[in-house]
Nanobody, 119 residues
Framework: QVQLVESGGGLVQTGGSLRLSCAAS????????MGWYRQAPGKQRELVAT???????DYANSVKGRFTISRDTAKNTVYLQMNSLQPEDTAVYYC?????????????WGQGTQVTVSS
C-alpha cells in the first residue's frame, strides 16, 4: 500500500503562484509515474501534469508554459509549481501515483488539496 500526502493548496489572486507537494510513503516501487489531476465543481477530474520515474513530463494544454512538474526521487515527492494562476485553475488538486512490479500496475490517489484563484 502507498500513502500520498499533499500540501500547498490555498487561496491566491489571479496571476499569483502556488507550489503543491505530494509525498509518497509505504510500498514504493522504482518504476512509477506520479502526477497531478484536478476536479472543478460540476466537472470531471482531468489530467494536469505527469512525470515518470525517468523524468519525462506531460502537461495538459491549458497549463503548458504556466505549470511545472518536478520530483525528488530520494524523497519520493512530486511538486507542481503553478504560476500565472487564473480563476479557471480553481479546483481540488489530487496527487496520483501508479507503479509497477511483476507486470502488475497499482494506482493510488491523495486526499486532494483545494486551490482557489480569486479574480
Amino acid at each position: 500500500q502507498v500513502q500520498l500526502v499533499e500540501s500547498g493548496g490555498g487561496l491566491v489572486q489571479t496571476g499569483g503562484s502556488l507550489r503543491l507537494s505530494c509525498a509518497a510513503s509505504g510500498s514504493i516501487f522504482s518504476t512509477n509515474v506520479m502526477g497531478w489531476y484536478r476536479q472543478a465543481p460540476g466537472k470531471q477530474r482531468e489530467l494536469v501534469a505527469t512525470i515518470t520515474s525517468g523524468g519525462s513530463t506531460d502537461y495538459a494544454n491549458s497549463v503548458k508554459g504556466r505549470f511545472t512538474i518536478s520530483r525528488d526521487t530520494a524523497k519520493n515527492t512530486v511538486y507542481l509549481q503553478m504560476n500565472s494562476l487564473q480563476p479557471e485553475d480553481t479546483a481540488v488538486y489530487y496527487c496520483h501515483r501508479e507503479q509497477t512490479r511483476g507486470g502488475a500496475w497499482y494506482n493510488y490517489w491523495g486526499q486532494g488539496t483545494q486551490v482557489t484563484v480569486s479574480s
